[in-house]
């Protein structure tokens, strides 16, 4: 049986994209802290806010304004990189389903787990469904 | 995805099935006044393990995280998935739930942790079941910048 979690296309999209960009903000705060005495204080102290605030906004706990956006950037000294481009044609052979419908598709199938054998084994989960997998079995089935 | 592959799995039990698809249907808005609503929030979720991206950044700011018993949870803002890796980058979901309610009544967390370890049990998952704790053993990144 295939699950369909279809939040639809403006959802999808804000939730992409937040998402994204708070990624990037995560990333970049590791990578400063890997290449220089850098605390999460620091960029608190340096932003004139609580270091929980930073938590918030960065847990996602906290709505990401484009203040927000740009201050974090600042204070982890980074340049900001924003285009909007035009959608391309989404066919991605196999996985056309994307293309038919652009969901996030939920499969039904067994997995295929690797056995102590090293060699492909199927797991008794009978009763469970997948919510993703990505074996042909499954996308001939949703298709 | 847009143009993205899969590259880890998530298989969930038929409750849980349902619990998404109450998230669906409910649409509620955020508890705790996040930007995203929780079924965006499980979207994102969703998407960002399934392509393979960065779910663990640092020690504070991560959104797995193992628990007792090999019994792993996947955060969002607003909510948590238990479930178990029945392989690396294979996750078999089996509850979700508001934080704000785990959190609220402080016996549920225990209780859904032994509910997974006796449902993992039951579908004969014990002999498929990662048993390390560490994020790197359950979860492989095909993006990571140097």
């Known amino acids: 049986m295939s699950f369909l979690f279809d939040i639809g296309g403006r959802k999808r999209k804000?939730?992409?994209?937040?998402?994204?960009?708070r990624n990037e903000l995560l990333q970049a705060l590791v990578e400063e802290k890997a290449a220089r005495p850098f605390s999460q204080q620091q960029l608190a102290q340096k932003l004139g806010v609580n270091r929980s605030v930073i938590n918030r906004q960065?847990?996602?706990?906290?709505?990401?304004?484009?203040?927000?956006?740009?201050?974090?950037?600042?204070?982890?000294?980074?340049?900001?990189?924003?285009?909007?481009?035009?959608r391309p044609d989404q066919s991605v052979g196999n996985y056309?389903?994307?293309?038919?419908?652009?969901?996030?598709?939920?499969?039904?199938?067994?997995?295929?787990?690797?056995?102590?054998?090293?060699?492909?084994?199927y797991a008794t989960?009978?009763?469970?469904?997948?919510?993703?997998?990505?074996?042909?079995?499954?996308?001939e089935q949703v298709m | 995805m847009g143009d993205?592959?899969?590259?880890r799995s998530i298989h969930g039990t038929?409750?849980?099935?349902?619990?998404l698809r109450l998230r669906l249907e409910s649409d509620e808005r955020s508890t705790i006044g996040a930007d995203l609503t929780p079924s965006e929030q499980l979207h994102s979720l969703l998407e960002t393990f399934i392509v393979g991206r960065e779910l663990?950044?640092?020690?504070?700011?991560?959104?797995?995280?193992?628990?007792e018993r090999a019994v792993w949870e996947l955060k969002t803002a607003d909510l948590r998935v238990f479930g178990w890796f029945a392989q690396k980058d294979c996750f078999v979901a089996v509850f979700g739930d508001f934080k704000d309610r785990i959190v609220d009544y402080s016996g549920l967390i225990g209780g859904y942790r032994d509910e997974v370890v006796r449902i993992r049990r039951e579908l004969g998952g014990e002999a498929f079941c990662v048993w390390e704790t560490g994020v790197d053993d359950v979860l492989s990144v095909r993006y990571r910048r140097s």
């Open chain 1, 96 to 121: 056309c389903v994307y293309h038919e419908n652009d969901m996030l598709r939920i499969g039904s199938g067994q997995a295929p787990l690797v056995g102590s054998s090293g060699s492909p084994a």
């Open chain 2, 14 to 19: 038929p409750s849980f099935l349902e619990w």
């Open chain 2, 56 to 67: 663990a950044f640092n020690r504070q700011f991560h959104f797995v995280r193992p628990g």
């Open chain 1, 14 to 21: 804000a939730a992409s994209f937040i998402t994204k960009v």
């Open chain 1, 58 to 86: 960065l847990n996602g706990e906290a709505n990401l304004t484009l203040r927000t956006v740009a201050d974090l950037a600042w204070a982890l000294d980074r340049e900001i990189s924003f285009e909007l481009k035009k």
């Open chain 1, 125 to 139: 989960v009978s009763d469970a469904k997948h919510v993703r997998s990505p074996t042909a079995s499954t996308y």
């Open chain 2, 4 to 7: 993205e592959l899969p590259y």
